[in-house]
């Protein structure tokens, strides 16, 4: 069974956003909703600054502290790695939230962050769901927290579940530009232009994701936790993880 990791080089990303846009489209996201969000900041002091960029997705962490705050074990981990959001068992207590240290969480029925129009009086729907976007019907797997999301209930990034879930045994690299292997890559890989993503098993020796993590010392952020991400930033000597980027969600 694989342990689905993702290796992101900080030194190719260009802070282009292809992937947050990807995502959003790939998961039927409400406009704010970034599972695959990029932050901008400052780095040094004025008037020697230089603006950098950070890629931010759920860190699948082999030691969730959102798991464990779950009273009713709707959140919880896969066997291949994804931690995921069981939405017929989510009561929207947000425990899940507080508890992660990365802000990767997102509560139904906010308001979207950009102050925009709301996608869901614009497009309304008669069925159970809450919305539907326009442009396509998702496939639906609540269980796993796969589709148009109902009300009052948690997402996440779930490293593109429905697409990974379907890989040929025995896969340890999901490479983009393998069309056998396209439609099962997550869609910020997919999207990248740089290629500075790298989806593959952590357990195998031989990954390219190890791979890319012993040539360049990969690194994880707020590794002292002791989530243990799953997710593993790649610095070089021009780029850097921001400690305080990791910031908790209003709710």
Known sequence: MAKWGMVIDLEKCTGCQACTVACGMENSRLPGEHWQDVIFFNEGTYPNTQLKWF??????????????????????????????????????????????????????????????????????????????????????????????????????????????????????????????LREHTPACVVTCAPGARFFGDLDAPDSEVNRQI???????????????????YLTGEGASVPADRAVKPKI
Request: with cysteine.
């Open 55 to 180: 890629p931010r997705p759920c860190m699948q962490c082999e030691n969730p502290s959102c798991v464990a705050v779950c009273p009713t074990k709707a959140t919880y981990k896969s066997e291949e790695g994804q931690v995921l959001v069981d939405w017929e068992r989510c009561i929207g207590c947000k425990y899940c939230m507080i508890a992660c240290p990365y802000g990767v969480r997102f509560y139904t029925d906010e308001k979207p962050a950009y102050g925009g129009p709301d996608m869901k009086e614009a497009f309304p729907s008669d069925d159970a769901h809450s919305w539907t976007p326009p442009w396509k019907a998702p496939q639906e797997d609540w269980k796993h927290g796969v589709g148009v999301q109902p009300h009052d209930v948690v997402s996440k990034c779930t490293f593109c579940y429905h697409r990974v879930s379907k890989v040929p045994a025995g896969t340890i690299n999901l490479d983009p530009s393998d069309p056998k």
């Open 214 to 232: 012993a040539a360049k010392n990969g690194v994880r952020l707020l590794d002292h936790l002791g989530n243990k991400p799953q997710v593993y």
